[in-house]
């Protein structure tokens, strides 16, 4: 089954944080991407820009309103996701207390929701 883990981090306290701790930072996930890719359960990830450069679309009244910035005010912001294959959830539990970012903030875990999960069964 694939899941995203969804990494939630303070970016207020990121951009106070000293460039040694940035570093060492940066080499923790490193060495977690690489592990992940090399146990074989690594699909895709990414690091996200700050909610700074959020642009949130919605639909309202049937027209397009358009916010620069984020849409919700909260102590932690979506800094980033990867996406893996995990036998169980058991198994991407483990994948996600390994995440740096469990550390720092909270690491979400959301199963993916397969095409063949939700089509009638013939």
């Avoid at 990494?7 to 106070?16: F, G, T, V, Y």
């Avoid at 060492?24 to 996930?29: D, G, K, L, P, V």
């Avoid at 849409?71 to 800094?79: M, P, S």
């Amino acid at each position: 089954m694939r899941y995203m883990l969804m990494i939630n981090n303070d970016e207020s306290a990121l951009a106070a944080m000293p460039i040694d701790k940035i570093q060492q930072m940066s080499a923790a996930y490193s060495a977690y991407t690489e592990a992940l890719k090399k146990s074989g359960v690594w699909l895709a990830g990414e690091r996200l820009r700050p909610t700074q450069a959020t642009t949130s679309v919605r639909i309202a009244d049937g027209k397009t309103n358009v916010i620069d910035g984020p849409y919700a005010d909260t102590k932690e912001q979506l800094a980033g996701f990867y996406m893996i294959e995990a036998a169980d959830i058991d198994t991407a539990i483990e994948w996600a207390a390994r995440c740096p970012a469990a550390n720092t903030g909270t690491v979400e875990l959301r199963p993916i929701w397969e095409m063949a999960d939700y089509l009638p069964k013939t």
